[in-house]
């Protein structure tokens, strides 16, 4: 016989009443969870979910269960179904679906709500965890994850990839970036000190003491804003601020290894070689480090310009050896044993891991395509050239501009387009050959179509833009078809570009050109010299018809104009080096 509870025996407390709702039943699921009975759990989070539809928690939970369960999709539906029309700013769901689809093996879609989890949570409770999956994902995609930012780092992936940029040299898009940066972090101390070392590599030497102000402001002791500013101060010529400053740094050990190596290069840069020369030794000792090449060149470069030859030349025996494909430690070892060999001072090195510009000048002159990618990936030479454009004479941006032509490269237009708008430059051969390489660059033409969308840049040897007349044009015309199939199209618009320039030094007195083929033949002449290409007037003259002794006057004519001899006999400028 069942008994049946009467409403006596609860309020006698016989009976303790059961009050069922959503805490009820996670409890019972939680505690069949502890006993791995996965099934009664997810039936008790489902009676949660019915108990307190619009609580987010309950549904992760459910969707936590039937991942464990190995049920990967309908976890993900939950998880979506919380996100579109429960709560979107629940961000830790992305996580959870992106370890879903790992899970499955679709690993595009891991990789998409991994990087939305990424750039929307605040907090980065899984952020450890997301490295880990970003690790594998990485892994699996062969490749890394479009990523660009993670919101509880801010600014930190931004950073790396300003950090990036500067060490290709890309300074321009390093500086927008870190001044992005910078106006959501302002206490974010290393992007100061990188910018400040972008500016100064472009050659704006206001903005990059102001942005090491600004850092010493914030923190008076870091040693990376103070060792920048050391060599701001001696660009400066600032002799007495820098000597309390040399001597506070030349006091300092630094501990860690990034801060050894900064304050190295730094003593080296300033002339205090022997002291650089002791915080490489240390850097030499630590094995994470030691067995770098690099690192047995700085040593070395320190050694020679201190005097001593023998630890010199110990260091690039061993550079060698850890780079046999090297060519600067036989360079630099040659060098000093020919300097000693006819008792004469060892010439100074450089600290940079690399040919003296001289000498890779020579390699280049036969090879403007090496010439073109060194220029696009060594921030080195890149910043010689922003200095060079900025502050050296004019026969030094004269070569500049000549070499730009051969570089394909958007920093460079703007650079080239800044010093013809913001810095006029003097000489009419300087803004011929500018606005010649600007053109080349940007593959238009500035007399008539304006660039980036700004107002045209006119014709720098002249005020008023000639009128292009149809004989003028026939010349180019003629020209390109003669050179087609021999020449490519960087070469051809060259030609073009080579012949405008002539035209318009010429204007406003251009005369008719008569015996168009002889000029013509000329033009084809010059651009192959241009580009170091083997022909005679003889050869030229022969296939437009023409007299060998009409082609070579024509062409003086032209390189009156134009100084084509110089830009082919000069086209890389002997630039200073840059530490």
């Known amino acids: 016989m069942i008994e049946r509870t009467s409403e006596q025996d609860v309020s006698n407390g016989k009976v303790i009443p059961i009050t069922l709702d959503a805490n009820f039943f996670f409890e019972r699921a939680v505690r069949s969870m502890d006993r791995f009975q996965y099934d009664k759990a997810l039936k008790n989070f489902r009676k949660a979910v019915e108990y307190e539809p619009d609580n987010p928690v309950n549904h992760c939970n459910m969707a936590g269960i039937l991942s464990e369960m190995g049920n990967y999709e309908a976890s993900n539906d939950i998880l979506s179904h919380v996100l579109e029309n429960i709560d979107s700013a629940l961000t830790e769901c992305h996580f959870y679906m992106a370890n879903n689809y790992a899970n499955m093996e679709r690993f595009e879609e891991a990789e998409r709500c991994l990087v939305k989890y990424l750039e929307e949570d605040v907090n980065g409770d899984f952020l450890l965890e997301s490295e880990e999956l970003m690790e594998l994902l990485n892994y699996e995609l062969d490749r890394p994850a479009p990523l660009n930012r993670i919101r509880s780092r801010e600014g930190v992936v931004e950073h790396d990839r300003a950090r990036a940029l500067l060490e290709e040299g890309k300074f321009t898009e390093a500086v927008k970036l870190l001044e992005d940066i910078l106006k959501n972090t302002p206490d974010f101390l290393a992007a100061h000190n990188n910018l400040a070392l972008a500016y100064f590599y472009m050659g704006r030497f206001a903005k990059a003491k ?123 070892l040659a060098q000093l044993q020919q300097a000693q060999k006819e008792h004469q001072p060892v010439p ?51 070569q500049v501009t000549q070499a730009l032509r051969w570089i394909e490269d958007e920093e460079m237009s703007e650079v080239l387009r800044e010093i013809l708008e913001q810095q006029p430059l003097q000489e009419d051969k300087l803004q011929a050959a500018a606005l010649l390489s600007l053109q080349r660059l940007t593959g238009k033409d500035t007399e008539t179509e304006p660039l980036l969308g700004e107002e045209p840049v006119s014709a720098p040897w002249h005020k008023v833009q000639p009128e292009w007349k149809e004989d003028w044009q026939r010349i180019i015309d003629q020209t390109v078809g003669m050179m087609d199939r021999r020449y490519d199209a960087a070469q051809k618009k060259d030609a073009e570009l080579l012949w405008k320039q002539f035209v318009g030094n010429l204007y406003p007195d251009v005369p008719f050109f008569r015996h168009a083929e002889g000029w013509c033949a000329a033009l084809e002449y010059l651009t192959a010299k241009l580009h170091s290409r083997p022909v005679t007037y003889r050869e030229v003259a022969l296939r437009y018809g023409v007299s060998p002794s009409m082609v070579s006057r024509y062409a003086r004519r032209m390189d009156e104009e134009c100084n084509i001899k110089q830009s082919v006999t000069e086209r890389f400028p002997p630039f200073t080096e840059n530490i």
């Not at 002339?271 to 030499?284: D, K, S």
């Not at 036969?366 to 921030?379: C, H, I, L, M, Y």
């Open 210 to 332: 102001e942005s090491i102000g600004r850092v010493l402001d914030l923190a008076p002791g870091d040693l990376h804003a103070l060792c920048n500013l050391a060599i701001f101060l001696q660009y400066e010529g600032a002799h007495e601020q820098l000597e309390r400053l040399l001597r506070m740094l030349e006091a300092t050990i630094p501990f860690h290894q990034e801060h050894v190596f900064k304050l190295a290069t730094t003593m080296g840069i300033l002339g205090r070689h022997r002291i650089a020369y002791g915080h490489f030794r240390r850097l030499l000792k630590d094995e994470e480090v030691g067995g770098d090449a690099g690192l047995y060149h700085y040593c070395a470069a320190a050694a020679s310009n201190s005097g001593l030859y023998a630890e010199a030349q110990r260091c690039w025996r061993q550079a060698g050896k850890l780079d046999p494909e090297g060519v600067v430690p036989r360079f630099y």
């Open 348 to 398: 100074p090195v450089s600290y940079n891991y690399q040919l003296p510009f001289q000498e890779q000048l020579k390699l280049w002159k036969d090879n403007k395509g090496s010439f073109a990618e060194e220029v696009r990936t060594n921030p080195l030479i890149r910043s010689s050239f922003f200095w060079a454009l900025r502050y050296g004479d004019s026969n030094t941006k004269l």
